[in-house]
């Protein structure tokens, strides 16, 4: 359970900072590119998932969670501009 959480936190991190390079240009804070990360995850997994492809392993991990961070920072914006 430990090493669960500790994954997580970890992919988070490095999904949300680099989500936040991405798209911004530099991080959110550390707590917030974790939680970024971990939400990315989940609709990384999710969207991906709906056309077929699964990530395992640590990198796979991460590049689906920094491709559904992304997803979610560009939602923002445009929900903000609307």
Do not use: E, N, Q, T
Not at 41 to 67: D, E, M, P
């Amino acid at each position: 359970m430990i090493v669960g959480l500790v994954w997580w936190i970890v992919v988070g991190l490095v999904a949300g900072w680099a989500a936040g390079k991405i798209m911004k240009g530099s991080g959110y804070g550390p707590l917030m590119d974790i939680v970024l990360g971990i939400v990315g995850a989940v609709i990384g997994g999710f969207l991906l998932g709906l056309v077929g492809i699964h990530s395992s392993g640590l990198i796979g991990s991460i590049v689906v969670a920094i491709f559904g961070a992304v997803f979610l920072i560009w939602l923002s914006h445009r929900l903000k501009r609307a």
